[in-house]
């Protein structure tokens, strides 16, 4: 896997020192995902990470946005979100059906004490990161 260059803007540690120190850890597990993916994508150089709506935001060079955050008013629930015009969120629930849990056309919902499936998150993310490459193709050309 090659290295890729992370642009990190200056308040996202900020960001992720906020959250509850169980909470952290969840959330920093879906960033390395995603900077671990984008770095298996050999197009993919480098990747912005930004805050956008006050949460961690992940942007490559032909890709559509992947925030992350968890929320207060959903204390046991963290989220990956996905730009809900976009067809990523139908896509992955054509093809992964049950596998996650979602949110409408705009997230993949987790619970604190469920296991990620690495794999087919991976998947999804790889999806976006590329999107606007990719996204005439039937079922994103999953």
């Known amino acids: 896997m090659k290295k890729i260059k992370v ?16 909470i952290r850890s969840k959330i920093d597990e879906l ?14 150089e480098e990747i912005e990470e930004t805050l956008k709506w006050g949460e961690p935001s992940y942007m490559a060079k032909n890709g559509s946005t992947i925030r992350i955050d968890w929320k207060i008013k959903t204390p046991q629930q963290y989220a990956m979100y996905f ?8 896509t992955f629930k054509e093809v992964y059906g049950r596998t996650f849990d979602y949110e409408k056309n705009r997230a993949i919902l987790f619970n604190l004490k ?15 990161l590329q999107y606007h490459s990719i996204k005439k ?6």
């Open 7 to 22: 642009h990190t803007h200056p308040s996202v540690p900020g960001k992720f020192r906020s959250y509850p120190e169980k």
């Open 137 to 142: 193709l039937p079922r994103l050309g999953k």
């Open 31 to 44: 960033r390395q995902l995603i900077i671990e993916t984008a770095a298996e994508i050999d197009t993919i």
């Open 83 to 90: 730009k809900c015009t976009s067809k990523l969120v139908p």
């Open 114 to 128: 469920d296991k990620i499936p690495r794999n087919h998150l991976k998947e999804c993310i790889q999806l976006a």
